[in-house]
């Protein structure tokens, strides 16, 4: 077991800050330029049959990650230009890239689908990844 996470009784999906659990995939973004973090792990299968190998791609369990779990997350990104958030259009992903992005500082760029809530909607809907700006 690499982390908790579970659901409030009011919907809201949580992750233990001490947990591992919530940033996968990160063997295949540490050291590149550009980094794509999508929301969930759908999501992040999805960008990849989209983008291949052209970006660093990870994902995070959620929306949940914590500003404690981003900072263990920033040296994994010290050398990266460019980082896109690509989390769902609503509060929670809202808030999450808000995290990242106090963390992370001015390299991030929130993305967000605008054909359904998230990004697997947003493909199956016709859309794509440069249309929403990753490049």
């Known amino acids: 077991c690499t982390g908790i996470k579970y659901r409030h009784r009011d919907g809201t999906k949580v992750s233990e800050d001490d947990s ?7 063997e295949l973004a ?15 299968l999805r960008g990849w049959s989209e983008l291949g190998g052209n970006h660093g791609l990870c994902g995070t369990s959620g929306a949940s990650v914590s500003d404690s ?3 263990r ?5 010290l050398f990266t230009r460019r980082i896109y958030l690509a989390y ?3 509060g929670p992903g809202d808030e999450c890239s808000e995290r990242a992005m106090r963390v992370l500082g001015d390299k991030c760029i929130r993305v967000r689908p605008t054909r359904g809530n998230d990004i697997c909607d947003h493909l199956r809907e016709g859309g794509t990844l440069k249309e929403i700006g990753i490049e």
């Open 73 to 77: 997350f920033a040296l994994d990104f």
């Open 20 to 26: 591992h659990y919530g940033l996968y995939g990160r």
């Open 88 to 90: 769902d259009a609503d």
């Open 69 to 71: 779990q981003w900072q």
């Open 30 to 44: 540490v050291g590149r330029d550009t980094v794509v973090i999508f929301e969930g792990e759908s999501d992040t």
